[in-house]
């Protein structure tokens, strides 16, 4: 198994930039990983592909406003923050863009609220590449919805005027840099479609991080150093997946995000509440013991993402499929068309 087994090639124009007006009017590739048979849906489809009984397994999580701006002090250049992870209070590990960024450089955060008393933050540690930690000096929770806003993927560069549409609409938990995006095309009216056709919905919380958009360096992906994610699924889910499952209902897994917590929180072949840390990396020859069926978007090539999809769909199937759904013109990534992996 190598690194390039996972690669394909992508035009930018199959990248999506913005979402549908309509949340469930996205397309959907649906694969049947045992035939390799593919069918093209649009979302609201989904009720064709489900049975009474199944559970849907979504991640509740919210994208944070973590993105900052900041003028270095002294000199006035302008800083990019993207908060990743809390480590107390008022010191954060965080990506910063700009020069000069060393071990005791003042930070001052901008706001979008003139005359407000903004932190001042402080590099305290240089960390792997452009990761640096910084120490703030009070915390900054209560100044995010002035001073934060919602980081968007790399690959996109349209504006979003309504920051909402990078949430899902059952997002709760706030700790994510990214949205998990197969989540995106689901609205209310769906979610009670499909409940009133006694389809069940589990909520698990799984915090995204931005390491879920890099690629994977290395030539055998087995040497890659797993990013780690904090996430929770409590006793109340575990019942309820765990009784569908004794009478015969999939376990349908929305996005990578739900996929990872569920095997992660697999204990002898049972599942378990869980809570911690999770870094989990599924690659092809990984035995799913909890997911029958996921939905998911179209992923990076050479990502994790990728290697998770296709260690539950096999290799093969997902490039055909991803070269079918350009055929198609499918739209890619986070803001793109959905998959239904069954």
């Not at 706001?111 to 930690?133: H, T, V």
């Amino acid at each position: 198994m190598r690194t390039s087994d996972f690669d394909y090639e992508l035009p930018a124009g199959y990248i999506a930039q913005t979402p549908l007006e309509l949340r469930d009017q996205s397309r959907l590739l649906v694969l049947n990983r045992q035939s390799g048979s593919i069918e093209h849906a649009i979302f609201t489809d989904l009720v064709k592909y489900l049975k009474a009984g199944d559970v849907l397994v979504v991640n509740e999580t919210r994208v944070f406003p973590g993105r900052l701006f900041a003028r270095k002090i002294p000199g006035g250049g302008r800083v990019e923050i993207l908060l990743l992870r809390k480590r107390n209070e008022r010191t954060w590990e965080a990506l910063v863009g700009g020069k000069g960024l060393t071990v005791g450089r003042q930070l001052q955060v901008e706001s979008k609220m003139p005359g407000e008393k903004i932190p001042m933050g402080e590099i305290m540690e240089d960390l792997d590449g452009a990761e640096r930690l910084i120490q703030f000096d009070q915390p900054l929770e209560a100044f995010l919805p002035t001073i934060g806003h919602v980081p968007l993927p790399p690959y996109i560069h349209s504006r979003l005027d309504d920051p909402e549409r990078y949430q899902t609409v059952y997002a709760r938990n706030s700790g994510s840099a990214a949205a998990p995006t197969a989540g995106l095309h689901f609205t209310p009216q769906l979610i009670e479609v499909l409940t009133d056709l006694d389809i069940q919905f589990a909520k698990v919380t799984l915090h995204v991080g931005l390491d879920t958009f890099s690629p994977v360096n290395e030539v055998d992906p087995q040497e890659h150093k797993m990013h780690s994610e904090w996430c929770q699924i409590t006793q109340e889910s575990v019942d309820k997946i765990n009784l569908a499952r004794s009478k015969g209902g999939r376990v349908l897994a929305v996005g990578t995000t739900s996929v990872r917590l569920l095997e992660s929180a697999v204990v002898d072949n049972k599942l378990m509440p869980f809570e911690g840390q999770t870094n989990l990396f599924i690659l092809p020859g990984y035995k799913f013991r909890m997911v029958d069926a996921m939905i998911t978007n179209f992923h990076l090539p050479r990502s994790t993402l990728i290697m998770l999809v296709s260690a539950f769909a096999g290799g093969e199937n997902i490039l055909k499929s991803y070269e079918v759904a350009k055929q198609a013109n499918y739209r890619f990534y986070s803001f793109g068309d959905a998959m239904l992996i069954i």
